[in-house]
Each structure stands twice: as structure tokens, then as C-alpha cells.
């Protein structure tokens, strides 16, 4: 029995070794025998050492096997024993052995701070994924739902970790949880690749992944491959929400501006289908270094709203709810006679203070330390800073035209809407420092006609006004690129509508399309809009609170002017603040702003 018993494992055996022969493509010699299977190569490279390992395991292992006894001794038995396991040693010495790529990614700088830094063959993070039998089968329009996990790599920075989750899912049993620690550095970045990259079903447009925020407005970006091997990176926007899920999405625009930018391979401006998820990326904005965690789940093809997880390409995301008490600062400005003022409000304790004097359109730093304002009148026809205390206000602008500032996403630069030009016509102008002259922001390599422009967090913006480039006959909110480049997005087409604060995908407009002034939602890629205050009462200048989860307006509701909070879905709609001063006979255009 015993004899029959090892003829039966020697069997097995040798049928184990050719199949491993056959997925690493060896040759050995046995004897005066030679044994050999091609293999293709992927990458037109395969690993020599870990290839030599395996080769020597193999040929031991298939002489250990042929030892020509009828019952195997203990000293052979012996031998067998070490031989195979050498040979599965060598097996998963060169199946963990890091694949050679033709591509050498580089990272994706900031327009004023980042240089680019090279990101080599990165270091491979080993995470067991869950049996595949357990495995659910992903919803159709699914890239990642991160339940069978996968191997994903870090980049040459080593600030961070990505590991698979049950800590926070938003659906299933796992989720990836990305933890960083970013010191005070350049390349205050970090780079998680999917190894081997994920397929990308269909031609998409846009991609939407769900995360779980810390507030920390880093950028999280997605590196995308196509079938020319070209890497071109796209942003899912800055982590503003905090302690809740939110969808985030990226539009495949090649022609955006940073963060979107080309990392690796031929450039040739477009994605050529069918394309891959090639890695995942955290950036840093701040100038100090921070850490925290976030949580990643149910990446998909198309926009996705709050209330189903199946793509959607033209329905407005439903914001999260308020949960707890309000808190954070709302700027607004007051008419006291012929004066305006800028008043700051403590949300979460009702006190008020003035900040500046003749001042309206005050907007806040999204750090809540420095506003921005329209200053008008008293000779402060000018745009303005100061700090949200009052102190130290500077003037930053040179044209008295110049109205209705706004921060870019990294708070490096405004843009603003001015008559400055000889011609008297309201232009949307970009200005980069403080006392610069301005650049009038270019649309199909002509001048932006308009007024109250938002700058978006796709690094896009947002204004009103009509298509001059083409016949100038089709108006309300329009979204161009920051920088002339990408093609225009129609968002809403009544000529008054004014952009009034952005949110994530979601961009907040005040529209009299109704009959009165409403606010609404819109997606920032453009599709359906939704009414959130619904009411015969004057409603504008919505504005959200730095959560996400509320937003603020002025209203005339009960027949007084009054700053006025709801939830983020348009829900309970309760008085904040009386104003009894009002807001001036141009209420329509005011801007209110929340920051923390």
C-alpha cells in the first residue's frame, strides 16, 4: 500500500511541476532529457533571477521524482519533500516579483508649488484579498467595489498606505482605506497603482467613486491608461466633506487644466478606448503637514447619486443631511443708509461684528481666515482682503470696475468679472497676485462676456452669460476652462441666473425662472437642476456650510429680510439670523459665505 500510495503523489507531482512549468515557461534537464514550455511574455520581460530559481527547484524536483525505487526510502522521501518546496518557494518568489512596465509615471505638479517628481517601480503592499468564492460579481458599470481587493502598489513617496477595509463600507463587506502622513515637502503626494490595471468598461466620459471625507481638501485623482500606453491623470475633486459619504466624480476631460495633466507615454491630447484604471492618487494642497485616513468604495463608470449607486449621467447628486449643531462664520453684506458693511456672523453663537466698511460679495477663504470683497464706495472702489476679524484690510485690485471676487481651489488666485476694458463690457478676468493686472479668462480663443463667475473644485469655471464664441444667442450659466482650454458646458439657460457657491459636484445657483428668486442645484458637468427652496418668498445667495451638509440664504420669508439655513436636500428651512437693515436694492446679486 504504501508503494501505490507514493506512485500516486509522484504522479501528482509531476503533473503539479508541468503545470507550473507552463505558467513560468521553464526548461530544465533531467538526466539526458530536456524539458521545456514557452511562456508568453507580457511585457517582453521576465524576472532572470526569480526565472534561474525556479528552473533549479523544478529540475531537482522532477529527479528527486524519478528516483527509480519502489518504495521510496526515507532519505528519498526526504529529498522530494525539500525539492517541491523549493519549487513552490521559487513559484511565489516570482509570481510576487514586481512586473516590468514600459511606463515610467511621473507626478503631476501644482501650478505654484509642485515639481514634478519621478515615481520609479514602486513598493508592493501585500494585502490578502478575500476568497474569490465569497466574492460578489460587480454591478454592471463597476470598475472597482473593492470586496475582492486586488494588489495595489505604493509609488517611490512613502506617505501613505492603502489596505482593505471593514471599518467604513459604504456597500458590501469591504472598502479600501487610504491613510497618509504628508510632511512638510515638495512632493507632498502618494501613489497607490492597481496591479494589473483595472478594465474601464465601455467609453466613459466621467468616473465616480465614493469616499468617506476628513475635511482635508487634498485632491484625489485618478491616473487613467489607454491603449496607447499613454497615463494621463484626472481629478475627483478636493475632500471637503467630512464624516459621511459623498459620491465624487471625475470628468475625462483632456484638455482641462491642472489637476488633470498628461504623467507618462505619447501624448497625443485624447484617450484612445478601451482604458484602464492605472492608479489612485492623494495630493496635498497645504502648506504644513497633515494626516488623517479616508475611505474608497464602489468606483463606477458615469456620476452616481446619493440615493442609488447605478451610473447616472445627467440627475443632480442629493447632498447628505445636517447632523448636529451649526458652527463655522457666515460673511454677508448689510445696507446701513448709503453705507454697505460687511458683517460676520458666529453661527454657532448668534454674535455679529463688522469687518469692513463699504464692502459687498464677500467671500471667505475656505481656511476661514481671510475674506475677499467687493469694495464700493467712501474711495474703496477697489477689491479688498481682510482677516475675518476686521484687521489688516489691503487693497489687491486696480480698477474700480472690478466685482463679485472669488478663491481658486488652492486659494492662490481670484477671478472676478470687470468693465475695466475701454468697450465697458463685463468681462471674466483671472488674476494670479495681488496688484497684478488681471487676464481676461479666453473662451474658443475669444474674451468670456460675463458676470459673477464661481471657480469650480474640476479647476473649471462657472459664470453668467452667453455664447459670444459662436452667436451670443444662447445664455445663462456656462462652465469653461481656467485656463480657455476644454469645450464649454451650457448648464442652465435662463440669462439671470447667477452661480452662487459650489460644493463638491455640486454647483448652487439663484434662478427667477420660476416667476421669483429660488435656489437650486445643478451637477458641475451639467444635467438636471433641482429646486431646493420651492417658496413664493424672494430666496438667493445660497451658500453651503463647510461640511457640506447645510446651506445658508438670504430670504425674505414672513415678509423681513433674514439669513435663513436648510439641509443640503432643501429640508427644514428654519431662521438663522434676522436682518432687518436688508441687503440693498441690488438683494438679488448678494453673496453670502460659510466657512468654518
Known amino acids: 500500500m504504501k508503494t501505490y500510495k507514493h506512485l500516486h503523489i509522484m504522479i501528482i507531482l509531476q503533473l503539479l511541476i508541468l503545470l507550473v512549468m507552463a505558467l513560468s515557461g521553464c526548461a530544465v534537464n533531467v538526466g539526458d532529457k530536456s524539458i521545456s514550455i514557452a511562456h ?78 519621478a515615481t520609479p517601480k514602486p513598493t508592493k503592499i501585500k494585502t ?70 483595472a478594465p474601464i468598461p465601455d467609453n466613459p466620459v466621467d468616473l465616480t467613486i465614493w469616499v468617506y471625507g476628513d475635511g482635508s481638501k487634498h485632491f484625489l ?62 495630493d496635498s494642497i497645504s502648506n504644513q503637514p497633515t494626516n488623517g485616513a479616508i475611505y474608497l468604495d464602489q468606483l463606477i463608470v458615469g456620476t452616481s ?43 454657532a453663537t448668534g454674535d455679529t461684528w463688522t469687518a469692513f466698511t463699504y464692502g459687498r460679495h464677500p467671500e471667505i477663504r475656505n481656511d476661514g481666515s481671510l475674506i475677499i470683497l467687493d469694495g464700493i464706495g467712501n474711495g474703496k472702489n477697489n477689491l479688498f482682503t481682510v482677516h475675518i476679524d476686521g484687521s489688516n484690510p489691503q487693497q489687491i485690485s486696480n480698477h474700480t470696475e472690478d466685482s463679485y471676487p472669488n478663491w481658486s481651489p488652492d486659494n492662490a488666485r481670484i477671478v472676478y468679472y470687470s468693465a475695466l476694458f475701454g468697450d465697458h463690457k463685463n468681462r471674466i478676468y483671472i488674476q494670479y497676485d495681488i496688484g497684478q493686472e488681471p487676464l481676461p479668462l479666453k473662451v474658443k480663443g475669444m474674451d468670456a462676456f460675463g458676470r459673477f463667475p464661481i471657480w469650480l473644485p474640476n479647476w473649471r469655471i462657472a459664470y453668467s452669460g452667453c455664447n459670444y464664441w459662436i452667436s451670443g444667442a444662447d445664455c445663462g450659466i456656462w462652465s469653461v476652462g481656467s485656463d480657455g482650454s476644454g469645450d464649454p458646458i451650457h448648464l442652465t439657460t435662463t440669462p439671470s441666473d447667477i452661480s452662487t457657491d459650489v460644493y463638491g459636484n455640486n454647483l448652487l445657483y439663484a434662478s427667477e425662472s420660476s416667476g ?32 457640506g451638509h447645510s446651506i445658508a440664504f438670504i430670504s425674505s420669508r414672513g415678509g423681513t429680510w433674514a439669513i435663513w439655513v436648510m439641509n443640503a436636500d432643501g429640508s427644514n428651512p428654519r431662521k438663522l439670523k434676522d436682518v432687518p437693515e436688508g441687503f440693498g436694492d441690488e438683494w438679488q446679486i448678494s453673496h453670502i459665505s460659510w466657512s468654518p
Open 128 to 197: 490578502k484579498a478575500p476568497p474569490a468564492a465569497s466574492t460578489p460579481i460587480p454591478k454592471p458599470g463597476f470598475v472597482l467595489d473593492f470586496e475582492n481587493f486586488g494588489i495595489w502598489k505604493r509609488g517611490v513617496q512613502p506617505y501613505g498606505n492603502m489596505t482593505v477595509t471593514q471599518e467604513k463600507v459604504h456597500e458590501g463587506e469591504n472598502a479600501a482605506k487610504l491613510t497618509y502622513d504628508f510632511p512638510k515637502v515638495n512632493d507632498d503626494f502618494v501613489v497607490f497603482l492597481k496591479k494589473p490595471p
Open 305 to 347: 447619486s446619493a440615493n442609488e449607486d447605478t451610473p447616472q449621467a445627467t440627475t443632480t447628486t442629493t447632498p447628505t443631511v445636517a447632523s448636529g449643531p451649526l458652527s463655522g462664520h457666515i460673511a454677508y453684506a448689510v445696507a446701513t443708509g448709503e453705507t454697505t458693511n460687511i458683517i460676520i456672523l458666529d453661527v
Open 40 to 117: 508568453k511574455k507580457e511585457n517582453g520581460n521576465t524576472s532572470t533571477q526569480g526565472g534561474a530559481a525556479l528552473q533549479t527547484a523544478v529540475a531537482a524536483t522532477l529527479t528527486a521524482v524519478s528516483i527509480p525505487t519502489a518504495t521510496p526510502t526515507f532519505s528519498a522521501e526526504k529529498q522530494l519533500q525539500t525539492a517541491v518546496a523549493a519549487t513552490l518557494t521559487a513559484v511565489a518568489a516570482q509570481q510576487s516579483t514586481p512586473e516590468t512596465s514600459s511606463i515610467t509615471p511621473t507626478a503631476s505638479p501644482t501650478p505654484s508649488s509642485k515639481s514634478a517628481v
Open 221 to 282: 485623482n485618478v491616473w487613467v491608461i489607454d491603449n496607447q500606453k499613454e497615463v494621463r491623470q484626472f481629478t475627483f475633486g478636493q475632500i471637503n466633506h467630512k464624516d459621511t459619504w459623498q459620491p465624487m466624480t471625475a470628468h475625462l476631460d483632456t484638455t482641462a487644466n491642472w489637476p488633470q495633466d498628461h504623467i507618462s507615454g505619447p501624448d497625443n491630447g485624447k484617450l484612445d478606448y478601451p482604458i484602464r484604471l492605472y492608479a489612485l492618487v492623494l
Open 516 to 547: 421669483n428668486w429660488e435656489l437650486y442645484l445643478i451637477p458641475i458637468t451639467g444635467g438636471v437642476s433641482h429646486n431646493l427652496t420651492n417658496n413664493t418668498a424672494q430666496d438667493v445667495a445660497g451658500t453651503f456650510s463647510p461640511d
